[in-house]
Nanobody, 120 residues
Framework: DVQLQASGGGLVQPGGSLRLSCAVS????????IGWFRQAPGKEREGVSC????????TYADSVKGRFTISSDNAKNLVYLQMNGLAAEDTALYYC?????????????WGQGTQVTVSS
């Protein structure tokens, strides 16, 4: 079965850091892009970052550039999102999802979210 399991969320003070993990299973990571998304209450879901399994290339939303870093450990089927310099506006439910190489930007499987709350 295809599974994406996000973890690592929590409560952090402004300026703090968190590292989210997305454990993937049931498919070959090399054939997919893994994306991180977030959704805050009352707001639309936002794409945060993604990484291509085949070559490790990545993209970031402007709102997180310079603060967030996406990486992967293909051998362990893990994708990480290192989040530094967190601010209140980063508070959201964070999801990971997969997009097939053959269908760019179409995400067909989603994991459950992990909550990130930035507050003093």
């Amino acid at each position: 079965d295809v599974q994406l399991q996000a973890s690592g969320g929590g409560l952090v003070q402004p300026g703090g850091s968190l590292r989210l993990s997305c454990a993937v299973s049931g498919f070959d990571f090399d054939d997919y892009t893994i994306g991180w998304f977030r959704q805050a209450p009352g707001k639309e879901r936002e794409g945060v970052s993604c990484i291509r399994g085949r070559d490790g290339s990545s993209t970031y939303a402007d709102s997180v550039k310079g603060r967030f870093t996406i990486s992967s450990d293909n051998a362990k089927n893990l994708v990480y999102l290192q989040m530094n310099g967190l601010a209140a506006e980063d508070t959201a439910l964070y999801y990971c999802a997969r997009s097939p190489e053959s269908a760019s930007n179409y995400y067909d499987y989603w994991g459950q979210g992990t909550q990130v709350t930035v507050s003093s």
